[in-house]
C-alpha cells in the first residue's frame, strides 16, 4: 500500500507570495492532519480535515488555510509568505479523526521563504 | 509546550538494546504515553502507546513506571536503520485531540556498528 505522498518535497519562494502544498493520504484513510516542524516550535498542529470538513484547527492566523476533496486529498495554502513560514510542512493520514495508531506522515514539504 | 523530558542523545551498538528514557511527572490521569522516531528528512512514525501498563509490538516495548511519572522504550536489537530523533509526548487518546501532539527536542539516537 503506498504510503502518504506531498508535493513538492522543496519549495523555495520570496516574502509577499503565496503557496499551495499537496497531500495525497493512504489509499482508505479520509482523515487528513497538517503540521508545521521547526526546530524552535517542533510540531504545531495546523489543521484537521475528514470528509472535505474542517475538525480541528491549530492557532496559526488566518494566512493559513486548507481544504479536503471528495477523494480525501488535501491541500494547505499560505497566502502572504513571511519569513518564520519557513519550515517542513508535514501532512498526516488516518482512518478516521484522531486514530493515532493508524496515522502515518507523509515525507513533508520544506518550504524556504526568502 | 512539551509536558517531557529526554536526553538529547545516547548512542547504541548495532544488535544490542536501546532504552531510551523519558520523564512526564506532570502526566494526567487521562493522558497517554506516545512514542514517535523521526529519521532525517522523513515525516515521524509512530512507534508505540500505553497509559499504564507496559506494551509491546513488532517495533519495540514500552515500560511505564508505576507511579507513570516515567517510561522508558526499548529496542530489543537496535540496527542502523534505526537511527533517529525519538519523541516521547503525552496526550490524551481519541478524537479531537490531534492538536495534542505537541514535540519535543527528543532523543537523537545513533545506531554504530
Known amino acids: 500500500k503506498a504510503g502518504v505522498t506531498q508535493t513538492p518535497r522543496y519549495l523555495i519562494k520570496t516574502r509577499g507570495q503565496q503557496v499551495t502544498l499537496s497531500c495525497s493520504p493512504i489509499s482508505g484513510h479520509r482523515s487528513v492532519s497538517w503540521y508545521q516542524q521547526t526546530p524552535g516550535q517542533g510540531l504545531q498542529f495546523l489543521f484537521e480535515?475528514?470528509?472535505?470538513?474542517?475538525?480541528n484547527k491549530g492557532n496559526f492566523p488566518g494566512r493559513f488555510s486548507g481544504r479536503q476533496f471528495s477523494n480525501s486529498r488535501s491541500e494547505m495554502n499560505v497566502s502572504t509568505l513571511e519569513l518564520g513560514d519557513s519550515a517542513l510542512y508535514l501532512c498526516?493520514?488516518?482512518?478516521?479523526?484522531?486514530?493515532?495508531?493508524?496515522?502515518?506522515f507523509g515525507p513533508g514539504t520544506r518550504l524556504l521563504v526568502l | 509546550d512539551a509536558k517531557t523530558t529526554q536526553p538529547p542523545s545516547m548512542d547504541c551498538a548495532e544488535g544490542r538494546a536501546a532504552n531510551l528514557p523519558c520523564n512526564h511527572s506532570?502526566?494526567?490521569?487521562?493522558?497517554?504515553v506516545y512514542w514517535y522516531r523521526q529519521i532525517h528528512s522523513q515525516g515521524p512514525q509512530y512507534i508505540i502507546h500505553?497509559?499504564?501498563n507496559n506494551e509491546t509490538n513488532e517495533m519495540a516495548s514500552l515500560i511505564i513506571t508505576e507511579d507513570r511519572k516515567s517510561s522508558t522504550l526499548i529496542l530489543p536489537h537496535a540496527t542502523l536503520r534505526d537511527t533517529a530523533v525519538y519523541y516521547c509526548?503525552?496526550?490524551?487518546?481519541?478524537?479531537?485531540?490531534?492538536?495534542?501532539?505537541?514535540f519535543g527536542t527528543g532523543t537523537r539516537l545513533q545506531v554504530f556498528p
Open positions: 506532570t502526566i494526567s490521569g487521562n493522558e497517554y
Open positions: 498526516a493520514s488516518s482512518l478516521s479523526p484522531g486514530d493515532q495508531e493508524t496515522q502515518y
Open positions: 480535515y475528514f470528509s472535505e470538513t474542517q475538525r
Open positions: 500505553g497509559l499504564k
Open positions: 509526548i503525552v496526550r490524551p487518546r481519541g478524537v479531537y485531540n490531534t492538536d495534542k501532539l505537541i
